[in-house]
T-cell receptor
């Protein structure tokens, strides 16, 4: 059974810092991995999708990497801003048997001015 | 950009009653997904809804409690039946849209008194 864990659970940093959020999964047989952002009381916004054959994806100040063999992904946020404050969730889609996403526990990020 | 909408956005209900949540996608999709997010928790899949067939429920969720309809390729409903305070959650629908990325609706925030 796939399990997805995110570390740290919460993070508070001053504006301008570069950040690394971690996601680990127990079954390396994944189809892809997706990073989401969730603002309080809101739905999810997709940030980046990494296919199992890819090593990384970049969008603006965000860079996500994937090491499938070790069951890890990282989300790198450069030059953090207060507007980046949100909960970040990673989710994996298994290679076989299902199209559903298995979500991690989330990292709650606060960037203060 | 792809859009998924939900109605209602929030509701306060009395225990023992039922609430039907609507989800509309602006393009045709094969599968739609319904998730629950309990306070302070990550997302848990309730069921997968395919057009023209019965929904597939995850372990711990049953059709009598969460009946789902999928009358066409752009619309689905989830009913939360015989509600109790433990059903207070955010309910989100989602679908795979652009390039295998899963997109989410804004969520329905439910409070059961």
């Amino acid at each position: 059974k796939q399990e997805v864990t995110q570390i740290p659970a919460a993070l508070s940093v001053p504006e301008g810092e570069n950040l690394v959020l971690n996601c680990s999964f127990t079954d390396s047989a994944i189809y892809n991995l997706q990073w989401f952002r969730q603002d309080p009381g809101k739905g999810l916004t997709s940030l980046l999708l990494i296919q199992s054959s890819q090593r990384e994806q970049t969008s603006g100040r965000l860079n996500a990497s994937l090491d499938k063999s070790s069951g890890r992904s990282t989300l790198y946020i450069a030059a953090s801003q207060p507007g980046d404050s949100a909960t970040y969730l990673c989710a994996v889609r298994s290679l076989v048997g299902t199209d559903k996403l298995i979500f991690g526990t989330g990292t709650r990020l606060q960037v203060f001015p | 950009s792809a859009v998924i909408s939900q109605k209602p956005s929030r509701d306060i209900c009395q225990r023992g009653t039922s609430l039907t949540i609507q989800c509309q996608v602006d393009s045709q999709v094969t599968m739609m997904f319904w998730y629950r997010q309990q306070p302070g928790q990550s997302l848990t899949l309730i069921a997968t809804a395919n057009q023209g067939s019965e929904a597939t429920y995850e372990s711990g969720f049953v059709i009598d409690k969460f009946p789902i309809s999928r009358p066409n390729l752009t619309f689905s409903t989830l009913t939360v039946s015989n509600m109790s305070p433990e059903d207070s959650s955010i309910y989100l629908c989602s679908a795979y849209l652009v390039q295998e990325t899963q997109y989410f609706g804004p969520g329905t925030r439910l409070l059961v008194l």
